[in-house]
């Protein structure tokens, strides 16, 4: 009997759907993964405190960003080697400042001292300018070419990705070595790429925000009360939309990391987690690069001033490039850093039970 059923199975094929029955239920699945997500502020609706309130249990600012810096040290052989192939690679495919330009750059320094101050302005005021005027004039990557900028990109998702994996399998109680993150964290490249894309597109009202302002500038456009009126609401409200959907797209680049995520997939997750908590995480974020500005003026100020030390007392040191280094060596360790702060920063949110 059972042969019979079988023989009968396979000579009667299975009645064919029609396009409405499989497009109904290609659509109630679709709406089905839909209804499982957080959606707030999904119409023109009241919202209430109350049904977009979502806590956080994460620890302080400061604690927060102190933590994430101790995690690197303590493992500085780990992260030390990550930085010293990601400088070696940064000079060897993209460069670094020349010593000419820094010098060209204190030399200014020293006239504007002469001119307006009268030679007033001490040794640390000067450093300090000197690194201010390195950073804000675009003396870390002056002269780049478009494939410069290409490998100088390609080596930050590489550091990206490979500072994510040390970082997961360290919190999963696995001792990694350098070589294994190096091989193995680079999978997920592509679905990377895909991310950094849709971070450009949310990007795009920012763009259109500077590229306006510059126009409205030039042509005197602002000098009109009304239309300065109408453009900073225009323009308050393009910078307010990149906020709203950035947050959800870094964090995505967090999320597709992960072994087995599609970009689209990475970036729902991360949105649903962000969901309720954006002006948090973008205090957060802006409170990390607060931190690492700190940071920078600790470690670079005395390298300023020795190398100001060094190349006084002693000629043939002039053409060392100590400061230049320095910068691209601090460049790389922002990276790591920032890439830890955001992982470290997701894993919080996701432990979370609220």
């Known amino acids: ?77 780990l992260f030390g080697s990550l930085l010293l192939i990601i400088v070696g690679l940064n000079i060897f495919l993209v460069g670094i400042m020349q010593e000419s330009t820094y010098v060209s750059f204190q030399e200014a320094l020293e006239e504007t001292n002469d001119y307006l101050a009268n030679g007033q302005l001490g040794a640390v005021a000067k450093a300090g300018l000197l690194l201010a005027s390195s950073i804000t004039t ?77 126009a409205a500038v030039a042509t005197d456009f602002l000098s009109t009360p009304l239309y300065a009126f109408i453009y900073w609401l225009l323009a308050a409200g393009l910078v307010l939309l990149s906020c709203y959907l950035l947050p959800g797209s870094i964090l995505g680049l967090v999320a597709v990391s992960a072994p087995g995520m599609y970009p689209m997939a990475a970036i729902n997750t991360a949105s649903d987690l962000m969901a309720g908590r954006r002006i948090k995480f973008i205090i957060r974020i802006i409170f990390a690069f607060f931190f690492l500005a700190v940071l920078w003026v600790i470690v670079m100020l005395p390298i300023i001033l020795l190398d100001f030390a060094i190349k006084g007392s002693a000629d043939w040191t002039a053409g060392l490039p100590i400061v230049p280094v320095s910068l691209l060596l601090m460049t790389c360790f922002t990276f790591i850093y920032v890439s830890a702060y955001l992982y470290l920063f997701y894993r919080k949110m996701l432990d979370d039970p609220n």
């Open 138 to 214: 675009g003396g870390l990557n002056q002269g780049m070419s478009e494939v410069q900028q290409i490998f100088a990109i390609l080596l930050f998702i590489v550091v990206w990705l490979v500072t994510i994996y040390l970082i997961r399998h360290i919190i999963a109680g696995h001792k990694p070595r350098f070589r294994d993150g190096l091989y193995n964290a680079l999978s997920p490249f592509i679905s990377s790429l895909v991310v950094f894309l849709v971070v450009f597109i949310h990007l795009v009202p920012i763009f259109i925000v500077i590229i306006t302002y510059s």
């Open 1 to 77: 009997m059972a042969k019979l059923n079988f023989k009968k199975e396979l000579t009667d094929p299975k009645p064919r759907k029609t396009f409405r029955q499989s497009f109904h239920e290609k659509r109630d699945k679709i709406w089905a993964k839909k209804a499982q997500r957080v959606k707030l502020h999904k119409s023109f609706k009241r919202s209430y405190h109350e049904d977009y309130d979502r806590p956080l249990n994460a620890p302080g600012l400061l604690s927060f960003a102190m933590t994430t810096l101790g995690f690197i040290l303590k493992r500085w052989k």
